[in-house]
């Protein structure tokens, strides 16, 4: 298991001047304890009766799709709590949640932060990748202060009923998502998840923040290297 600096740079040999890198951090469990989205989506349900009232009149149908997949009722559970908002309505709502997730305290990582604003001091190019919706993290990140960043989100669309997800920003989302946006390669990335494998393969250091030694195990053989484990709060 390696051991890495967060503040070590390459230095480019001809010039003696330290090379930007590109660094990928993923937001839920890194930079943020625990997942923001789902926290919106259970204030959601804890603050509208009628959000609870459509749960209920679901529930037979969700608990049918169940044992095959928590997948679907996952999000019908999403849409449900997004019914009736247009997207202004939305994003309203995203951010007055992200104005109150900033204000709890040790609700945030630390030291992920301050991992992430020493890349940007460093120069580097520094990418949030996240599974997390893209108005709720840029309002969480605008809010706490951190500028400059490139964020890659899930995204919702708006219907007729209310905001729909769009597209979900996971497993191998990530790189494609990197590579649309014209990103090939990058040397380090962040993540708490063995679903980012895909993200965590091609970079050339990666990092497993606040991983169990059994999780550490299993991301070392999906990506046959060793990573860097830090405990991150």
């Known amino acids: 298991m390696e051991v890495i600096d967060t503040q070590a740079m390459p230095v480019a040999a001809d010039t003696g001047v330290a090379a930007p890198r590109t660094v990928l ?44 997949s928590w997948k679907l009722p996952a999000r019908s559970l999403v849409h449900i709590a997004l019914c009736g908002l247009n ?18 305290p ?18 580097d190019k520094v990418i949030v990748v996240t599974g997390c919706e893209q108005v709720l993290v840029s309002s969480v990140l605008e809010q706490l202060g ?6 890659l989100a899930s995204q919702l669309r708006p219907s007729l009923l209310g905001m729909r997800v769009k597209l979900h920003n996971v497993g191998r989302r990530k790189p494609l998502q990197l590579a649309a946006h014209g990103i090939e390669a990058w040397q380090l990335a962040y993540s708490d998840s063995l679903m980012d494998v895909p993200m965590l393969k091609p970079a050339a250091e990666a990092v497993l ?21 830090v405990e991150w709060f």
């Open 25 to 68: 951090f993923d937001f839920d469990g890194v930079l943020i304890h625990g997942d923001a989205f789902t926290l919106f989506i259970r204030d959601r349900f804890s603050r509208s009766w009628s959000c609870k009232l459509l749960a209920l009149l679901a529930l037979p149908w969700l608990l049918l799709r169940l044992p095959f």
């Open 87 to 104: 997207e202004a309505r939305y994003a309203v709502a995203a951010r007055a949640f992200a104005k109150l997730l900033v204000s709890r």
């Open 106 to 123: 040790r609700q945030f990582s630390r030291d992920g932060l301050l991992a992430l604003r020493r890349h940007q001091a460093a120069g």
């Open 146 to 151: 951190l500028s400059e960043l490139h964020i």
């Open 209 to 229: 923040v606040n991983g169990t030694p059994a999780l550490c195990k299993k991301l070392e053989r999906a990506l046959g290297r060793s990573v860097t484990r």
